[in-house]
C-alpha cells in the first residue's frame, strides 16, 4: 500500500468523524444507538470496549499500551476486518486523544468513531472500506487522570490542574523535541508514564498517518511545527 492510498484512508476517517458529529441530533441523545447524553469516564470506557469486542470479535479488540501516574490504563481499541491478523499491506492508522484532561471533546468523538465504524461495517460502502482496508487504532484518552478531576460545565479546570497530568505536567510538552541532539538516555529522560507509553507504542508500531484531537481553538499543526 503506497503512502499516498494509506493518506487518502487517514483523510476518509477524518471526514467521517467530522460525518458523525454532523449528524448527530441537538439534544445528544443516542443516535443510531451511540449514546451522546453524558461524558465517558474510565469505567465507562472498559465496559464499552468489552462490549464492542464481544459483539464484533472478528473486527474489535482493545489493549492497553501502558498506565497512567494513578494507575489508570491507557485504553486503545484497534479496528479492522479480520483484527486479529496482522496483513503487511494494511496501513495503520491512529487518533489520539484527550492529551489535556480538560479537553474532552476529542475524547467522545473518538469513542463515538469506534462505535459508529463497528455499527455501520457492512451497512454503508465507505465505512466498509476503511475497516475492511485500514488497522485503526482509537485511543481516547491519553491523560484519564486529568480527565477524572475536571468538572463539566466548569472552566477554571487549568486552575486545578485538570489540564496536565496527575503529576501536573503538560503532555503535549513532554515529548521530545527533534530540534535537540539527545542521547537514547536523555530520548526517555524526565518523561511522564503516559508520554513513554505513547512513545513506545509508535515505536512498536508502524503507523503512517495520525491524528491528535484537542479542544478550545481551530489550529492545524504541521510536522516542524516547533521549529524556532
Not at 157 to 179: C, G, M, T, Y
Request: with cysteine.
Amino acid at each position: 500500500m503506497c503512502v499516498n492510498s494509506s493518506f487518502i484512508m487517514g483523510v476518509k476517517l477524518i471526514f467521517c468523524i467530522l460525518f458523525l458529529c454532523a449528524s448527530g441530533s441537538t439534544g445528544f441523545e443516542s443516535v443510531d444507538g451511540i449514546n451522546m447524553s453524558s461524558y465517558h469516564h474510565q469505567e465507562d470506557i472498559v465496559v464499552l470496549f468489552s462490549n464492542l469486542t464481544q459483539n464484533y470479535p472478528d473486527l474489535a479488540e482493545y489493549y492497553s499500551i501502558g498506565k497512567s501516574v494513578k494507575g489508570r490504563d491507557l485504553l486503545v481499541i484497534k479496528i479492522s476486518k479480520d483484527v486479529k491478523e496482522r496483513s503487511l499491506y494494511k496501513p495503520m492508522f491512529k487518533y489520539v486523544a484527550n492529551m489535556h484532561g480538560d479537553e474532552a471533546v476529542g475524547r467522545e468523538l473518538v469513542l463515538y468513531l469506534a462505535q459508529y465504524l463497528l455499527k455501520n461495517y457492512g451497512k454503508q460502502k465507505r465505512v466498509t472500506d476503511l475497516v475492511s482496508n485500514t488497522e485503526i487504532h482509537l485511543l481516547p484518552s491519553m491523560n484519564p487522570d486529568g480527565f477524572e478531576i475536571s468538572k463539566d460545565g466548569e472552566c477554571d479546570n487549568f486552575i486545578k490542574h485538570s489540564r496536565e497530568n496527575a503529576n501536573r505536567v503538560d503532555l503535549n510538552r513532554n515529548f521530545p523535541s527533534q530540534w535537540d541532539e539527545l542521547s537514547s538516555d536523555d530520548m526517555v529522560a524526565n518523561r511522564e508514564p503516559e508520554t513513554l507509553a505513547v512513545m513506545s507504542w509508535i515505536v512498536q508500531n508502524s503507523f503512517v498517518l495520525s491524528g491528535n484531537l484537542h479542544g478550545g481553538s481551530v489550529v492545524a499543526s504541521y510536522p516542524y511545527d516547533d521549529s524556532r
